[in-house]
Structure formats: structure tokens, C-alpha cells
């Protein structure tokens, strides 16, 4: 038989060892939650402004090759210009995700698209305007959601946008030809009229009768010098 003194002391062990149990319990729980299925992140916002970069700077490329030669020099540097935006939000991804920067090859191949199967007539100078017009409106609306680096980053690459579509290629494109010379202009006075007396042609005397010529005047000489016959 068990010593009446060891009932407490049992009963002590007890309580301490079911506390002990629940507690195991209650952290194996929180574990299994924790491990449960939980919400997938929502994707980066710079993500689809990186997508759009890629995209105008492979436009611009592609509309230089069939540009006017006036257009050439700024469709290149747009297509530039939005390949350096695409590295910078690249890094800024990489920053936010704790990843390291992917190298120029690897950033050029991920974002090469693949061949279409049917490819369209080659893009032009209104098609690439219209694109920088859609990627500035973007980037524009995404400022204020963004807080610090990143407003400010979207601010530059917005204002690139709208200076390259309003500025850079306007400036690109073929000139209107000039008026011919030599072609009579309506709206001009009647250069005939002009010189005639009065300056119009409405004050020009219809045709009338025509008047004789006045008689040669009389003789002045005195008929008493007339010399005999």
C-alpha cells in the first residue's frame, strides 16, 4: 500500500505533468495553423510596370528598323531609355524581394518574347506614341500609392514617358511639305487691275462709239504774206 504521506505529493506531480500536457498541446497547435494554407501574396505593382518597359523599349527598337531616317535617332533613344528604366525597376524588385540583381543575360533572356506565328506589319512612329502615352498614364497613377524611393522613381519614369510622346517624337516626325511657289494663288488681287487707274477692274470704261479725232486747228498765218502764185 502506497504511504498516506505520498498522496500529496502525487497529486502535485499530477498537475504539474497535465499542465505540462496541455501546454504541448496548445504549441503543437499554433504550429499546425501557422503551417495551415495561408494567402498568397499579392504581386509586386512594380512588376507590370517592369512587363510595360520591356515592351515599349522592344517597339521603339522595332519601329526604327522601318522609320523615316528624321525618326531613327529618337526611336533609338527611347528604345534605350526604357531598357535603363526596366534595370532600374529590376534592382528595385531584387532590393524588395532580398534577391540578388539578375546579370544583363539573364534579365535579357526572361524578357525576350516568344515568336509569334503570325507577325504583323512592323510598328510605327503613332504605335510606339501611343504606347509611352499608356505606360506614363501608369506610371502616373501608381505615385500615389508608392512612399519614397519608389514614388520617386515612378515620377521620373512617368515624366520620360510624357516628354518622349509629347516632345521627342513629334519633333521626329517628316516635316509637311512646303506649298508650291509657283502655283497662282486665288485669294491674290488681279496683278492687271492693280496697275490700271483707280486699282479695279470694275472701273474699266465698257466699249462705247468711237469719237472722231479733232480737226488739226486753222491757220495762223495772215493772208497778206501768202506769197502770189
Known sequence: MLDAESHPLSRRRVLVDGGRG??????????????GPSKPPEPDPLEAQLQAARRDSELAAAAAKNAPRAAVPALNEIAAERGRHASALVEELSRAA????????????????????KPGPPPGVREVAEALKKSAESATELVPTLSGYR???????????????????????????????TAPDSTAP????????????SRLPGPGPINPPDPPPASTVDPSERKPR
Open 22 to 35: 496541455l501546454l504541448a498541446l496548445a504549441l503543437v497547435g499554433a504550429a499546425t495553423t501557422a503551417c
Open 98 to 117: 532580398g534577391k540578388p540583381t539578375p546579370t544583363e543575360t539573364t534579365a535579357s533572356t526572361s524578357s525576350t518574347p516568344a515568336p509569334s506565328d
Open 151 to 181: 514614388a520617386g522613381l515612378m515620377g521620373s519614369i512617368a515624366a520620360a514617358c510624357t516628354a518622349s510622346f509629347t516632345v521627342g517624337l513629334p519633333a521626329a516626325a517628316p516635316a509637311k511639305p512646303a506649298p508650291d511657289s
Open 190 to 201: 488681279d496683278s492687271t487691275a492693280s496697275h490700271l487707274p483707280g486699282g479695279s477692274a
